[in-house]
């Protein structure tokens, strides 16, 4: 899978890839380039997915298909999984570490 070069990825070489808990089955730069595996930290991941929730809400929605970038470049049905997945990362997250400070009523 290419990486584009406006990503904010950076590059986890392939000796330190079970270190970081990746492994063959993930995306990898080709060989020949530069080798080694995209990376984002995890946080970055789920600004991802909450920006592209906000983007896929309706009122939203018509204007980020029709500008036809990033996620919604794909097809209808790839942006549906994709908006999918990014519930369930927030669920995810919002569940297995969930933050605990309180939060006061205003």
């Not at 070489?13 to 020949?32: F, I, M, T």
């Not at 794909?74 to 297995?96: K, L, T």
């Amino acid at each position: 899978m290419p990486v584009p070069s406006s990503s904010r990825h950076f590059r986890v070489p392939e000796d330190r890839e079970s270190y970081y808990g990746l492994d063959p089955g993930h995306a990898q730069y080709l060989k020949s380039q530069v080798g080694g595996y995209p990376a984002l930290f995890e946080f970055e991941h789920h600004l991802h997915c909450v920006n592209l929730l906000r983007q896929s809400l309706h009122w939203n929605y018509d204007y980020y298909i029709a500008r036809c970038q990033g996620p919604f470049a794909n097809a209808p049905e790839i942006v549906e999984v994709h908006v999918n997945h990014g519930f369930d990362i927030v669920r995810q997250v919002i569940m297995c570490q969930p933050d605990t400070d309180l939060f006061g009523q205003y």
